[in-house]
């Protein structure tokens, strides 16, 4: 398996939690990194979208919400615990209730998120 990075809200205590669990049980093949303590380059998304949601780099791939999570435990032995996530009608419900937990807890812990503009019609 190849390297792989999960960048992470470590301001937010729930985030913090889950990836100090990560770190224990994690292979070599996963960085965790703080968007905080992290250099946000020009070719990597805004640090406010980081922050909204997880996001996993790999190679030139970026997997973002739930599943970067579901790619990040897949670094432990209980990645197959979480493979569920992702079978399709499952993953019909788990993709909006986590874009609907990430936008409250980044709106909690910053304020509103930024919206994203809609093409117009």
Request: proline share 6%.
């Amino acid at each position: 398996m190849t390297k792989e990075t999960l960048y992470y809200d470590g301001a937010c205590p729930l985030c913090a939690r889950e990836m100090k669990h990560l770190a224990r049980l994690k292979r070599d093949s996963l960085n965790l990194v703080d968007i905080h303590q992290a250099d946000i380059t020009p070719e990597m998304p805004s640090k406010e979208d980081l922050l909204l949601n997880l996001h996993l780099k790999r190679g030139e791939e970026w997997v973002v919400g739930a599943d970067a999570n579901v790619a990040a435990w897949q670094h432990t032995r209980y990645g197959m615990l979480w493979a569920w996530l992702r079978w399709p009608l499952i993953k019909q419900i788990v993709d909006p209730v986590y874009a609907f937990w990430a936008k409250r807890r980044y709106d909690g812990l910053y304020g509103a998120s930024p919206e994203k503009t809609k093409p117009q019609a």
